[in-house]
């Protein structure tokens, strides 16, 4: 049994969790999120504002985890915290504290990547969600299909070109004139929206396509974007049209998403599907991939909410594998605001 203490602050939320458990016998002690608000004003994160909140919310928030799991840092045989990618400045707060942590109490260091965290966070809840199985990471910064075999051996099978899911939603609602972060307000609004209105092109979506086409797995964004954009203009009475459009985006996003996920679980005959990041907290997405794959005999895993979005238990969890394989930290780690997930093969 291995006591973990996991600690999050790659971009507005300072987290941190205590895991006890081995192997896939995970057991959930505590996870404390605290979610900078501020960045609402200003309708997206200011890394500066973040990493000083960071600075002022991280001793309280381990603090609080700590005594929620009714333990102390003398009980703890290992501390993870996410290293990369995130904002540089974010990142920073977590990685010196969670190094200064360590080193005082003389116990291991592990920095986990934060992309690795989404892919293990329904593993917390769902005993099955575990490889192999295929995975969609759909976050603000990126948008993954994974092709997952084991545990630490990943096969990258297409990425985003540029915008990534979460963004979409994020810039679209902005358009609309509603909150950030848009993806629940979009949601919400698509749902009394009228699916014919608005017909947007499925991005990267052709019937003929082959598993050879280098865009059979790959997403694309920024086009839908500005097919939004142009609605918008051409509307004139965006706040009657606006449910209409949001419906018609987030139908062709998520016919996109559902599309690719598919084609991967088919080619690699995998029998799970495993979601992660905050745009999995989308129950349209889930509902439509449901419909689309159980049909085939696969399963569809989420994690609820507050394990899709940005968490210190998913750190910790990923983190608690790698501990398992001998994995360990020197003091010297540092943040890096991008890099490969760990662990790919060859596609
Ligand atoms: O994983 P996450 O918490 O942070 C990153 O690592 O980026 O994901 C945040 C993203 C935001 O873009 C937010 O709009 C999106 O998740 N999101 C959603 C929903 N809830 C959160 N997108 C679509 N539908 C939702 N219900
Ligand atoms: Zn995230």
């Not at 969790?17 to 002690?29: F, H, I, R, S, W």
């Not at 895993?301 to 398992?324: G, K, Q, V």
């Amino acid at each position: 049994m291995t006591r973990i203490l996991g600690i999050e602050t790659s971009c507005d939320e300072t987290s941190a969790a205590v895991l006890e458990g081995t192997g896939d016998a995970v057991a959930q002690e505590s996870l404390v999120i605290l979610s900078q608000d501020v960045h609402r004003v200003f309708g997206g994160v200011v890394p500066e504002i973040a990493s000083r909140a960071h600075l002022t919310s991280i001793v309280p928030v381990v603090d609080r985890a700590l005594s929620e799991a009714g333990t102390t840092l003398d009980h703890l045989e290992a501390i993870a915290v996410t290293n990369t990618p995130g904002l540089v400045g974010a990142l920073l707060v977590g990685v010196s504290y969670g190094k200064a942590l360590a080193f005082s109490r003389d116990i291991p260091l592990l920095g986990v990547h934060h992309m690795e965290g989404h892919l293990f966070a329904a593993a917390l809840e769902h005993r099955d969600a575990v490889p192999p199985f295929t995975a969609l990471l759909i976050s603000g910064g990126h948008t993954l299909l994974l092709d997952v075999e084991a545990w630490g051996k990943y096969r990258l099978l297409g990425a985003t070109r540029d915008d990534a899911a979460g963004e979409a939603f994020d810039k679209v609602a902005k358009l609309l004139g509603l909150p950030y972060p848009g993806g629940t307000y979009i949601e919400q609004l698509a749902a009394t929206g009228d699916p014919k209105r608005f017909k947007f092109a499925r991005p990267m979506v052709r019937r003929n396509a082959t598993p050879t086409d280098e865009d059979y797995y790959a997403f694309s964004f920024s086009g839908l974007k500005t097919a939004v954009l142009n609605a918008v203009r051409d509307s004139t009475n965006v706040e009657v049209d606006k449910a209409d459009i949001a419906r018609g985006f987030q139908d062709a996003l998520i016919d996109t998403l559902v599309e690719k996920a598919a084609r991967a679980a088919h080619a690699f005959s995998r029998q799970r599907v495993v979601l992660g990041g905050g745009v999995a907290c989308n129950r349209t997405l889930a509902a439509a991939l449901r419909t689309r794959i159980e049909p085939e005999g696969r399963t569809v895993f989420t994690p609820s909410p507050r394990l899709a979005t940005d968490n210190a238990a998913m750190i910790a969890r990923a983190a608690l594998f790698h501990f398992e394989h001998g994995e360990r930290a020197g003091l010297d780690l540092n943040a890096y605001a991008s890099s490969p997930i760990p662990g790919l093969v060859a596609a």
